[in-house]
């Protein structure tokens, strides 16, 4: 069974561009959530969709976004990039989200903000 | 903010079993704790979860208190490749569907 596959692994971006990060849940998983890691904060909840919808959201900025289309696949937009927004980005995907259904997660995409 | 508490870092040798404790002193009734590993910049990995019994599978055992203030994981056999930040979390059912990572415990296993 495949896991959480994430792309791109890597990217560069300038300052004020906006960016776009794709994740591929399990098969069968309907739940996909997004953090965010650098080394002074550490991890961060970004938000969570199922079936489509946002069902939470973490404190972050506007310009993050996110989206799930039906087939489970969910993208992350950040916009007008900052320097600080250089992390290593993770997807999780579980089958229902539930207290008592474990995430898998990604292996990120590294993004780097120049 | 992370409801549990954690060393931040331990050694182990290698073949040995290494006992990795967290306390979760306000964890309330049907709150789970899992436990993830980060292996350098890698995604976490999921090892375990558990309620209120002791669970094990194939990586690890979970073994949590009576009063479920704390708990401990344990890896039986430690391997150089079991180096990595281990993260306990507690799991709110408060319906916000996602983990609250603390800092860990940088585990080092010795050769």
């Known amino acids: 069974k495949a896991g959480v596959t994430q792309t791109p692994r890597y990217l560069i971006k300038t300052r004020g561009q906006q960016v776009t990060l794709s994740c591929s849940p399990i098969s069968g998983h309907r739940s996909v959530s997004w953090y965010q890691q650098t080394p002074g904060q550490g991890l961060q909840f970004l938000f969570e969709?199922?079936?489509?919808?946002?069902?939470n959201k973490g404190n972050f900025p506007g310009r993050f976004s996110g989206r799930q289309f039906s087939n489970s696949r969910s993208e992350m937009n950040v916009s007008t990039l900052e320097l600080g927004d250089s992390a290593l980005y993770l997807c999780a995907s579980s089958y229902a989200g539930t207290v008592n259904t474990e995430a898998f997660f990604g292996q990120g995409t590294r993004l780097t903000v120049v | 903010d992370a409801k549990t508490t954690q060393p931040p870092s331990m050694d182990c040798a290698e073949g040995r079993a290494a006992n990795l404790p967290c306390n979760h002193s306000?964890?309330?009734?049907?709150?789970?704790v899992y436990w993830y590993r980060q292996i350098h910049s890698q995604g976490p990995q999921y090892i375990i979860h558990?309620?209120?019994n002791n669970e094990t599978n194939e990586m690890a055992s979970l073994i949590i208190t009576e009063d479920r203030k704390s708990s401990t994981l344990i890896l039986p056999h430690a391997t150089l490749r079991d180096t990595a930040v281990y993260y306990c979390i507690v799991r709110t059912t408060s319906g916000t569907y996602k983990y609250i990572f603390g800092t860990g415990t940088r585990l080092k296993v010795l050769a």
């Open positions: 558990g309620l209120k």
């Open positions: 306000t964890i309330s009734g049907n709150e789970y």
């Open positions: 969709y199922f079936s489509e919808t946002q069902r």
